[in-house]
């Protein structure tokens, strides 16, 4: 059975962007994007929300056609072209190749995907996140904290009367070059 895998950058103070989308204060340099490749090339497919899927596809279709970008931003536009992509939105009427539009977040039908064969699921965007953590669906949480702070924000973790505390145990620990701290929790 793969697993459902939350990967997401964060700033010390708990902000997965800023207060008007900004992520430009990500410390990803070629040691962290080397081990984002290494990670996600092996996953079966990307499960994302409308917003982080249009960031996405605004950029990375093409990127490695850019004679200045580098190896590891080439060879992540290869990933992320040939990655099977679930994109959850009741509003998106068109994507790309590759790329499956899902209206609604049925416990069910995850289950099923979690059941198939194949490399493990990767979950990106804060909303469908939250969604997927209010039916208790992911299994694995990476969290990349980058070390700033930046006071205001989009959190990952949003305030919520319904769900209830969820036990992990810790699977890893690494520290970066640049001081990003992976911190790798995975259900007990």
Request: charged share 25%; no cysteine.
């Amino acid at each position: 059975m793969r697993k459902l895998v939350l990967m997401m950058s964060l700033s010390l103070d708990g902000y997965m962007e800023g207060p008007n989308r900004e992520i430009d204060w990500h410390f990803v340099d070629d040691e962290l994007h080397t081990h984002f490749n290494d990670v996600l090339r092996d996953m079966g497919a990307f499960l994302e929300g409308r917003v982080t899927y249009q960031l996405m596809a605004d950029y990375w279709p093409t990127a490695d056609q850019d004679p200045a970008a580098s190896r590891v931003t080439t060879d992540f536009a290869a990933i992320w072209r040939t990655m099977p992509k679930l994109v959850f939105s009741r509003t998106l009427q068109h994507a790309d190749a590759h790329t499956t539009i899902v209206r609604d977040v049925v416990v069910e039908d995850i289950e099923a995907l979690k059941a198939q064969d194949g490399g493990d699921l990767a979950l990106g965007g804060a909303d469908l996140a939250a969604e997927f953590m209010r039916h208790d669906l992911i299994d694995e949480y990476r969290l990349y904290i980058h070390p700033v702070v930046i006071g205001a924000g989009k959190r990952l973790f949003p305030q919520s009367d319904v769900m209830s505390p969820t036990a992990l145990r810790l699977i890893e620990t690494r520290t970066f070059g640049n001081g990003v701290v992976l911190m790798r929790h995975g259900r007990n």
